[in-house]
């Protein structure tokens, strides 16, 4: 497939001989820039991994076999050739495999079973800035074998928002890049006052407002749960389907085919409804208007 052109390409260049001449690189670029899929694919294409794996770190894992299906449509390979990933319960890579998109969890296991990573040229740390536990401990264990067991390893950090000067001193002083990316304008309304519906009640209020407007492209809408995201499609397939519209669930329990089905453009409007998986490392083309429930389930621990 021919590559659309993002705002991170200018800047490929300078990436890769920067990390020719450094062991470890900061690179900053705001979300959709396209540092996800086309970071890594320059580093694969210049060489860099000097013919061992380059690993890129991801926060979940939806956006990781995205990002590894993505870079293999660009390069007009199946996912488990020159590219794959790996989650958890799910393998695809093969003996071709040269660049691999993992989870977090996968990394630590193969630091554990591997810590010196003998077989890995490179590791990329994506979505840096959500700062995980196990990204952290992750680039505490790279940057120690950089430098006792693995001098020649690359380390690659990348972030939309998180300050790079910290991570740059973490890392010996490294060099840092930054794409400026591409803006655009967005206007923000709230509701006048507090809404005492149900959750569901209040997405399909928001989505007849919003064709009664005549507002065009598709819709994404924040949900905090798979729960929730169930009541708001019954809620709004009627009204939804009087108006030629599909109304497409997203979050990481489901199928391959069916979060396929709602990231991918289509011929039909949309309607996603999405738990914050969708907030970071997934760009979603065609949507025009976003609905945040400002709800969201987080995990926490009480002694």
Do not use: W
Not at 176 to 193: K, N, Q, W
């Amino acid at each position: 497939m021919a590559d659309v052109a993002l705002p991170i390409d200018p800047l490929l260049p300078d990436i890769v001989s920067t990390l020719r001449g450094a062991r470890s690189l900061v690179l900053e670029a705001p979300p959709g820039a396209g540092k996800t899929t086309r970071v890594p694919r320059a580093l694969l294409e210049a060489g860099l991994g000097q013919g061992k794996e380059i690993i890129v770190l991801q926060p979940r894992r939806l956006p990781t076999r995205l990002a590894a299906q993505r870079v293999s449509e660009e390069l007009g390979e199946r996912v488990g050739d020159s590219v794959g990933y790996q989650v958890r319960f799910e393998d695809v890579r093969s003996a071709k495999t040269r660049l691999s998109f993992v989870t977090e969890g996968v990394l630590g296991r193969r630091l554990l079973s591997d810590p010196k990573l003998r077989d890995v040229g490179i590791v990329v740390l994506d979505e840096f800035h959500e700062r995980h536990l196990s990204a952290d401990i992750s680039l505490a264990l790279l940057r120690r074998l950089q430098e006792t067991a693995r001098p020649d390893l690359k380390v690659v950090v990348m972030s939309a928002t998180l300050e790079a000067e910290p991570i740059r001193a973490y890392l010996g002083g490294c060099p840092s890049l930054r794409s400026e990316g591409r803006r655009f304008d967005v206007s923000v309304e709230y509701l006048p006052s507090p809404d005492d519906r149900h959750l569901d009640q209040q997405v399909l209020s928001g989505i007849k407002r919003l064709f009664t407007q005549g507002v065009d492209g598709d819709v994404l809408v924040f949900l905090p749960g798979a729960g929730e995201i169930r009541r708001a499609r019954d809620a709004c397939a009627e009204f939804a389907e009087r108006h030629g519209t599909d109304v497409l669930p997203l979050h990481g329990d489901l199928s391959p085919a069916e979060q396929d089905r709602a990231v991918r453009r289509s011929s039909r409007r949309k309607i996603i409804l999405s738990t914050n998986v969708a907030e970071t490392s997934v760009t979603i083309d065609g949507v025009a208007v976003v609905i945040d429930s400002g709800l969201a389930r987080v995990a926490s621990h009480s002694p």
